[in-house]
Nanobody
Framework: QAQVQQSGGGSVQAGGSLRLSCTIPLFRSCAWAWYRQVAGKQRTWISSISPDDRTSYADSVKGRFTISKDKAENTMYLQMNSLKPEDTAMYSC??????WGQGTQVTVSS
């Protein structure tokens, strides 16, 4: 079964930037999405990109995060700018609502 490979993340100071990416060797007319989860809390949706490149964002990240994709490689990116300590979480991507990345930790220090 095809698997999502997720990369990026790490630690950064507040105001900094990070980029996450996900790729899968599978091509379907599906949306990509990002979720994040803080330890002890529910996973929350933060952004999606549709097959025709329509994007949507949670209010908490709108204006700071940008989702994009490379159709040829079926790779999706999340550019995170102006990071805040409250963005600290485990970030996971999903393709077609089915294929989940392994998750990557993002830690923002004040």
């Amino acid at each position: 079964q095809a698997q999502v490979q997720q990369s990026g993340g790490g630690s950064v100071q507040a105001g900094g930037s990070l980029r996450l990416s996900c790729t899968i060797p599978l091509f379907r007319s599906c949306a990509w999405a990002w979720y994040r989860q803080v330890a002890g809390k529910q996973r929350t949706w933060i952004s999606s990109i549709s097959p025709d490149d329509r994007t949507s964002y949670a209010d908490s990240v709108k204006g700071r995060f940008t989702i994009s994709k490379d159709k040829a490689e079926n790779t999706m990116y999340l550019q995170m700018n102006s990071l805040k300590p409250e963005d600290t979480a485990m970030y996971s991507c999903v393709y077609c609502g089915t294929y989940w990345g392994q998750g990557t930790q993002v830690t923002v220090s004040s």
